[in-house]
């Protein structure tokens, strides 16, 4: 098989018009793209802190043709929203400014092979490239990130990140409150010099890179005025490693109408939790009603406390006898080793601003999609990390082959699959999100495993899905069947076990 090379770096980096070379077929044939965007990745100075200048990245970008509304500004340090449309023919220009290799990844968009920001499409700092693609997705929230081999970690977490929202008319038909507010959760360390804090031991590529505060859509200790309205809230969890338990400071329940690949069903229903339990890149959506506050009101966004799941937690029974000698996570150890998983975090303020109340209509939600496809192949995969490092079936990244894709990594497009993930391939024991390109899929069902008693009840397994969370000694089955045939990537989540090799090519054969 081959597999050219399909990434087009035909142009230098500050070019007027960056013109697809005429070499290169269009993804859309004759048809011209409705929407051209640029993104450009460059070097920023947020002031995270006042009157300090924290070196970041961002991405700047700027609609070239096209609804001028396909691009919103973020705040803070965030990347602008992507605001698309179901069936829209997108392109977009790619321009790497940031002193190192690069590449975009299109998160839970189902992307062709080429536009889908394999690590060995990253290009170099000075030059870009263009991807095309027609907008697949049903409406909600997706995201878009670097994804070079080894950098994925920490451009991300300096500032390399950006939502995609998709719509549809169909939309308008469920009553969705007119209020549509996103939140992107970033959790960081900031020093007293207003510096990000990126790794500062071995303990961070074991665990992840933690924070201690979280930024909200990039702004720090987030204050948000909301209407005595329901609105809708999506949910991002845009961290390298952190896990969420999401809640409402008053103990108010959290109401899930959508997951990482849209709403639920009718079917499916609104999924009501005392918690959420959100891993590293998954999204939720919620219906909030802030008019069952009184005026004035202040409640806050929080992440609970869980057992800890890191190595400290993990070796101290979270919570157990040495957690308690120990004087638990917040206690010596805890100071220590910097912030764990699992710690409580606060993470937004909400003040109810008086106005005119509405009260919350009934939602409808929408009839599923037909996607019943048949199929009975099946797929194994057995996590393990030991020495440091993750494994997928024995297996790291191939830095030698970057096109490397096992016998036990081929499934085909258009049929169905069941994949089972095992997460007691030895070593440390601890979770894992996993994530697959160019799809969305079910999750079948969870066996087995040390879950927390504490976060069980807030895991959202309804819906589509493009990651999902896998403790320890679990057994997680999914079924999926991916549109486009292509080489595509599976991996974990966390981005420093990712950047660590926990990655690897799988393969949607077209068998026909
Ligand atoms: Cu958001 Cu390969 O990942
Ligand atoms: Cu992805
Ligand atoms: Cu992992």
Not at 144 to 158: A, D, M, S, V, W
Not at 267 to 293: C, H, K, N, S
Request: charged letters at 25%; hydrophobic letters at 40%.
């Amino acid at each position: 098989m081959t597999r050219r090379r399909e990434v087009l770096k035909a142009f230098a980096a500050g070019a007027a018009t960056l013109a697809l070379p005429r070499a290169v077929q269009s993804a859309f044939g004759a048809q011209e793209p409705d929407v051209v965007l640029r993104l450009v990745a460059a070097p920023a100075t947020p002031a995270l802190r006042p009157d300090k200048k924290t070196r970041a990245l961002r991405y700047a970008g700027e609609v070239l043709r096209g609804r001028r509304d396909a691009l919103r500004p973020s705040t803070g340090n965030l990347g602008p929203t992507l605001d698309l449309r179901r069936g829209e023919r997108v392109r977009i220009e790619v321009v790497n400014r940031i002193g190192a290799e690069t590449v975009i990844h299109w998160h839970g968009m189902i992307v062709p092979e080429a536009a889908d920001g394999h690590p060995h499409q990253a290009v170099p700092s000075g030059s870009g490239y263009t991807v095309e693609f027609t907008v697949r997705n049903p409406a909600g929230t997706y995201l878009y990130h670097p994804h070079p081999y080894r950098l994925t970690g920490p451009q991300t977490y300096y500032g390399l990140a950006g939502l995609i929202i998709v719509r549809e008319p169909r939309e308008s038909a469920i009553g969705l409150p007119a209020q549509d507010l996103e939140l992107v959760l970033q959790d960081r360390r900031i020093d007293g010099d207003g510096q990000l804090v990126f790794k500062r031991s071995m303990m961070d590529d074991m665990n992840g890179v933690l924070g201690d505060r979280v930024l909200v859509n990039g702004v720090d200790d987030a204050a948000l005025k909301v209407a005595p309205r329901p609105y809708r809230l999506r949910i991002a969890n845009v961290s390298n490693a952190r896990i969420y338990k999401l809640a409402w400071s008053d103990d108010r329940p959290m109401r899930v109408i959508g997951a990482d690949g849209g709403l639920f069903s009718r079917a499916e229903g609104i999924q009501e939790r005392p918690y959420v339990t959100l891993f590293p890149f998954q999204r939720i959506e919620l219906l909030e009603d802030f008019g069952a506050r009184p005026d004035g009101a202040e409640i806050a966004l929080v992440s609970r406390e869980f057992s800890g799941m890191d190595m400290m937690g993990s070796m101290m029974g979270g919570g157990g006898m040495m957690g308690g000698m120990m004087g638990g996570r917040g206690g010596m150890m805890g100071g220590m080793m910097g912030p764990s998983q699992g710690e409580e975090l606060h993470i937004a303020r909400f003040t109810v601003s008086p106005g005119a109340r509405s009260r919350a209509t009934r939602i409808k939600l929408p009839q599923s999609e037909p996607s019943v496809r048949e199929g009975n192949h099946e797929l194994y995969t057995q996590l393990a990390f030991r020495h440091m490092r993750g494994f997928l079936n024995g297996r790291r990244f191939d830095t030698q082959d970057a096109m490397a894709v096992a016998e036990d990594e081929r499934l085909p497009a258009r049929q169905t699959s069941v994949w089972t993930f095992a997460n007691d391939g030895g070593g440390m024991a601890m979770p894992h999100p996993m994530h697959v390109h160019g799809v969305q899929f079910r999750i079948l069902e969870r066996r087995g495993g040390d879950v927390p008693a504490d976060l069980r009840e807030g895991l959202i397994d309804t819906g589509w899905h493009d990651t999902f969370g896998i403790f320890p000694g679990e057994r997680v089955r999914i079924a999926l069947a991916p549109e486009i045939p292509g080489l595509f990537m599976y991996h974990c989540h966390n981005l420093e076990h990712e950047d660590g090799g926990m990655m690897r090519n799988c393969l949607f054969e077209s068998r026909t």
